[in-house]
């Protein structure tokens, strides 16, 4: 699974990968969850250089520039916050979340860790505007919102107890309006309002397997893009006001609904890119694929 930031790190576990890259004033580093509950850090600076240069093809032992074994067992929440550069937080299957300060030369990991869901996290997500603030999901079936400044027991703000109605597998926060889009097991996508979170803004169910991955788009903040194990990838708009459903070859078809994509199997992550309007990257069991449709 992938997920970006503009100041720098990723990571990847083998079985659910999370891609943050972050660069330092000269060094580029990649963040990756372990199967035996660790968190390594990696310098690719290297090996970006010689992707410019034709350098050596030829397979490289790298060893991790720092590694947190704290984690009682591995984990699938990863997000490097966009605000503040170099700060990390990685979540586990024992529910707890660490806070990653980066210090000179390598990290400060809390000991205390925010603690509130009740099963395993399964995604954390920095907000893009309060640098204090992210946001978490669970297979507890919740979404939390939380600010670091808090003291750790106290750190979780709100809570949405029954987000859907089994587990929250993704979530991704809009980069200028205050909605929060989220993924579950029952294949439900729901658009949350951060400023009434007592119920969810907008719900579409058109998948038929569990949500690997939602994005809101980076410069259209009603337009986002989701998949599912159903071998889909959706593309949405929430400025369609329409509530009337289409009727094509007699299925009902959410009016909001802009396109679908299929072909791959197994899609675990989907991607806009930032600079180039309306393409996508999703990656899948067998490959990747990259493409733009003429609905966004």
């Known amino acids: ?49 010689s992707l410019e240069t034709g350098g050596s093809k030829d397979v490289q032992k790298v060893k991790p520039v720092y590694t947190f074994g704290g984690h009682v067992e591995e984990g699938y929440g990863m997000d490097w916050s966009p605000t503040r550069r170099g700060y990390l937080l990685t979540g ?26 009740q099963e395993s996290v399964e ?30 027991h106290k750190a979780c703000m709100i809570t949405v107890p029954d987000a859907h109605t089994s587990d929250v597998n993704v979530i991704n926060w809009n980069r200028t309006e205050p909605f929060l889009v989220s993924g579950g097991d029952d294949g439900v ?4 309002d951060l400023r009434k ?38 593309l949405w708009d929430l400025g369609v006001e329409s509530s009337e459903p289409l009727i094509i070859n007699d299925t009902e078809v959410p009016p909001q609904l802009l396109f679908i994509h299929q072909g791959q199997e ?9 600079y180039i309007p309306g393409l996508l990257l999703t990656t899948s069991l067998h490959d990747f694929n990259v493409f733009k449709t003429i609905s966004v």
């Open 266 to 274: 197994e899609i675990k992550e989907l991607h806009w890119h930032p």
């Open 1 to 49: 699974v992938v997920s970006t930031q503009s100041s720098g790190s990723s990571g990847i576990n083998a079985e659910y990968g999370r891609i943050c890259p972050h660069e330092s004033e000269s060094r580029t580093f990649v963040a990756s969850w372990s199967e035996k509950g660790k968190v390594h850090i990696w310098d690719i600076g290297p090996q970006l250089s």
């Open 197 to 234: 979170l007592d119920s969810h803004a907008a719900l579409f169910k058109h998948h038929n397997g569990p949500i690997t991955s939602v994005e809101w788009h980076p410069t259209d903040s009603s337009v986002f893009g989701a998949s599912g194990e159903d071998n889909q990838v959706s």
């Open 92 to 117: 586990d299957c024992t529910r707890h979340i660490h806070l990653w300060t980066p210090r000179e030369s390598d990290w400060l990991v809390s000991q205390q860790t925010f603690s509130s869901h």
């Open 123 to 152: 995604d954390i997500q920095w907000s893009p505007n309060e640098e204090h603030v992210f946001a978490s999901c669970s297979v507890d079936k919740s979404i939390r919102i939380w600010d670091d400044r808090a003291p750790h």
């Open 189 to 192: 996508i729901k658009v949350w």
